[in-house]
């Protein structure tokens, strides 16, 4: 098993990423990555909004897992959880977080660091409200990351509240919402042959946005 692993090993070669060629505005750039990396014919199952979360803790102890971006624009990029969640209790003590997005299909991935606050309540409102019925009942009964006797007792709450709510709105629970990460550095990454990979790298600063090419 460890030679096959060793072995595995993939030549990219279908596009290049110039510093010329990249967009002055890092939230222009990921526009256009973002709609060509929905074009073509892709599979049902490949959510093209995917991107990892990494936080942390005040001691240093880091966590990621895949969440789906939801809204973005240039004040930053947004997503939806439960705020009792081990994620939301990270980021009420450290509002530090990194994105990752991976488009394995185009050969590109999107790295995005940056501090995290959640957004007002009317916008996590708005979204609630747009989501499916049983995603709903499922925010409103999740005690997400706090241990579960078995699922059947989740499973009985849901119906518990799909009959109490039948035929009314569903409340948006206080307990979860959006959270906003406002952006201090993006990097662009396309990858190349012989592992030298363009790395465009945008930062901010004073509210500016300097961008370079750094090694890949």
Known sequence: MKKEIEAMRKSYTLAGLDQSEADSSPFRQFTKWFQE??????????????MT???????GHVTNRIVLLKQFDESGFTFFTN???????????NPHAALCFFWPHLERQIR?????????????DQYFASRPRDSQLGALISTQSSPLADRSTMETAF????????????????????YLLKPTE??????????????????????QWTIDRICP
């Open 37 to 50: 990396a929905q074009e073509g014919d892709l599979p049902s199952w490949f959510e093209v909004n995917a």
């Open 53 to 59: 979360l990494s936080t942390a803790d005040l001691e």
């Open 83 to 93: 705020y009792m969640s081990h994620k939301g209790q990270q980021l009420a003590a």
């Open 112 to 124: 995005i660091t940056g501090t995290v606050n959640r957004v007002a309540s009317e916008i996590s």
């Open 159 to 178: 119906q518990r509240y799909q009959k109490e709510f039948e035929g009314q709105p569903i409340p948006r629970p206080d307990h979860w919402g959006g």
């Open 186 to 207: 993006i990097e662009f990454w396309q990858g190349r042959p012989s592992r030298l990979h363009d790395r465009i790298r945008y930062q901010n600063q004073n509210d």
